[in-house]
């Protein structure tokens, strides 16, 4: 993984696909590009992986947006779109793909992963794509958690266990099943979606967030 608007109806599926995709750490620029892509996911009715049916609203705003890449301790990812569907090609200004991914460590020793705004354009969705994207945010993760080399048996021994974290929505079995594929398990930590207004309006009144976890292994540390 690479550390370093229009939003056009038709994307080339035959170009663009899970052996072409690559990422590169968000920037400003990416800004509106990004904001069409997670809304779009989430709050339209297209591809699999929306919530249109239960959340209305936006997903995101720009000052999230803005806020988030200049967080260094959030890294956000982007897969975008080029002329040849390579690296090397010239960029569209549309993405195609984004993933989060939040360090959090706290003064116990606490590490974790949050994995977030995880999307895939609609139009690639169930090729693959999202599985490269997730694999190699967890890569990623994992390499800024793991235990450091140098320390003793008894240090390492004295430190939790780094955990990859992330949040779904109650009511999308779909979603929960893609995910437990992947490793990923409820660790009984919910609560009820924010009713602010600040992430969209719920639908039904029983909407919760479910905390999925799972260990970072040495097989995803060393990618």
């Known amino acids: 993984m690479n550390e370093n608007q229009t939003n056009n109806d038709n994307i080339n599926n035959d170009n663009a696909n899970k052996d ?7 920037e400003a620029s990416d800004i509106d590009a990004l904001e069409q892509l997670l809304n779009r996911c989430y709050r339209q009715t297209e591809g699999w992986t929306n919530e249109a049916d239960l959340i209305g609203g936006i997903r995101i705003t720009q ?14 990812f982007v897969y975008p779109k080029t002329t040849t569907s390579e690296r090397d090609g010239e960029e569209t200004g549309e993405l195609l793909g984004c993933i989060g991914v939040d360090m959090q460590v706290n ?7 949050y994995i977030g705004m995880f999307a895939v354009h609609p139009e690639l969705q169930g090729q693959g794509v999202g599985n490269v994207i997730l694999q190699a945010a967890e890569t990623f993760a994992g390499r800024h958690l793991q235990p450091d080399e140098q320390a003793t048996d008894s240090q390492a021994t004295d430190k939790k266990p780094a955990r990859l974290t992330m949040s779904i929505l109650s009511h999308r079995p779909e979603l929960l099943s893609y995910y437990q594929r992947r490793g990923y398990q409820l660790n009984g ?35």
Not at 63 to 76: F, G, M, Q, R, V
Request: some cysteine; overall charge positive; proline content about 8%.
């Open 20 to 26: 072409s995709v690559f990422l590169r750490q968000a």
């Open 63 to 76: 000052d999230e947006l803005a806020s988030t890449i200049a967080n260094p301790k959030h890294y956000l």
């Open 107 to 113: 003064a116990a020793g606490d590490k974790k992963a």
């Open 189 to 223: 930590n919910k609560m009820p979606f924010p009713n602010d207004g600040n992430n969209g309006e719920p639908k039904r009144q029983d909407l919760e967030l479910l905390e999925l976890e799972k260990p970072v292994s040495q097989k995803i540390c060393r990618g």
